[in-house]
């Protein structure tokens, strides 16, 4: 089992920038590849960003690429969210997500793919 416990989020205005974070323990963190979800209210869950277990590889939804950044430092166990140039359509309640795979070089974008995920936390920029 992996627990995945978050810290981070909150209100900002728009243009700012938030770091929500998300720190696993019971596995091996490095052997797994992170990911992050968001829900706005009366929306589904979709994809926002996600990282290799190796941190070489990323991907990213449209909607955030060139203002978020995920990171991970496997020492720390520790999976990062860096979120810049806030809007209000980027309210939501956002998730990590942890998923074992062998390979350092795969990422995963659909919330399927998953196997653990974090308690969300609450992101709101206000106009």
């Known amino acids: 089992q992996v627990q995945l416990v978050k810290s981070g989020g909150g209100l900002v205005q728009v243009g700012g920038s938030l770091r929500p974070s998300c720190a696993a323990s019971?596995?091996?963190?490095?052997?797994?590849?992170m990911g992050w979800f968001r829900q706005a209210p009366g929306k589904e869950r979709e994809f926002v960003a996600a990282?290799?277990?190796?941190?070489?590889?990323?991907y990213y939804a449209d909607s955030v690429k060139g203002r978020f950044t995920i990171s991970r430092d496997n020492a720390k166990n520790t999976v990062y969210l860096q979120m810049n140039s806030l809007k209000p359509e980027d309210t939501a309640v956002y998730y990590c997500?942890?998923?074992?795979?062998?390979?350092?070089?795969?990422?995963?974008?659909?919330?399927?793919?998953?196997?653990?995920w974090g308690q969300g936390t609450q992101v709101t920029v206000s106009s």
């Open positions: 990282i290799s277990w190796s941190g070489g590889y990323t």
């Open positions: 997500a942890a998923r074992f795979t062998y390979s350092g070089r795969y990422y995963y974008t659909l919330s399927d793919d998953y196997n653990y």
């Open positions: 019971g596995r091996t963190f490095s052997s797994y590849a």
